[in-house]
Structures are given as C-alpha cells and as structure tokens.
C-alpha cells in the first residue's frame, strides 16, 4: 500500500514517522490520510534522492540509479520515481546503445554522451573480466 516493507513500516511506527493506533488483538492500524502522508513523504524522500545524485554523477541509466540507492529504497520505489521525474521533465532521458539514461535539464544530450561513453566502456570491460574468471 505504501510500498515499504512491513519491517520498514513497523520501525517507522515505532520511531514514530508513522502514526499508527493499536487494536485490540495487538494489531496496528493505520488511518487513510497517513497512509497518503507517507506515501507522499516517501515519493518526495526518493526524489530527491534520485536528484541529489544526477547531480554528483552527471549521468546514470535505470539499474546504476536502483543500485546506487539500493540501501535506502527499494528498486520499484526509485523507477516508480524515475519515470514520474521523467513524465514531470524533472529530469531528461535518452535511450543510447540500449540503455535509458537520465540526466537534468539543465544538460543537454551531448554535454553528457562522453560520460555515457565512458560508463558503457567501462562496463564492457568489466563484463569480459567477469566472462573470463
């Protein structure tokens, strides 16, 4: 419903960034409007995450953005966020050697193409070391 895992979920409820009621059976409840506070809270959290690092990094395709923030969002939460940014023109995309790539508006496609380059070489070169161990 929130898109967290129940564990996430009970340890927001208990450093209290949810706000939850406890029923009788020990159970706890949580009302519709919190529900979409942390949903929303959750959406702004990712984004700007998203964000803060296409600012570090220039350029970033979908997994390299999922793995990169792995430890603080799950893989669904960050491309459901991507392609919000993306639909928003938060950020931009192109798709090159079969890959999405993301960047801000504020670049253009070929202020960031020679860093594209350059990952995508350097993930080849990875691939055939992996290849031969």
């Given amino acids: 419903m929130i898109g967290v895992s129940p564990g996430t979920l009970r340890r927001w409820i208990y450093s209290g960034k949810a706000r939850a009621i406890k029923d009788a059976s020990g ?32 350029v970033a395709y979908q997994r390299e953005i999922q793995v990169r923030l792995e430890e603080k969002h799950s893989h669904d939460e960050v491309l459901k966020e991507l392609r919000k940014l993306e639909k928003e023109k938060i950020v931009k995309t192109e798709i090159y050697e079969g890959y999405k790539w993301y960047f801000l508006p504020e670049k253009q496609w070929n202020d960031v193409e020679e860093v594209v380059k350059k990952k995508i070489r350097v993930k080849n070169i990875l691939t055939i070391i ?3 161990t």
């Avoid at 409840?29 to 220039?58: F, G, P």
């Fill in 27 to 58: 159970r706890y409840r949580i009302n519709k409007s919190e529900v979409e506070r942390l949903r929303k809270e959750l959406s702004s959290e990712v984004s700007a995450d998203i964000i803060e690092l296409l600012h570090q990094v220039t």
């Fill in 130 to 132: 992996q290849e031969n």
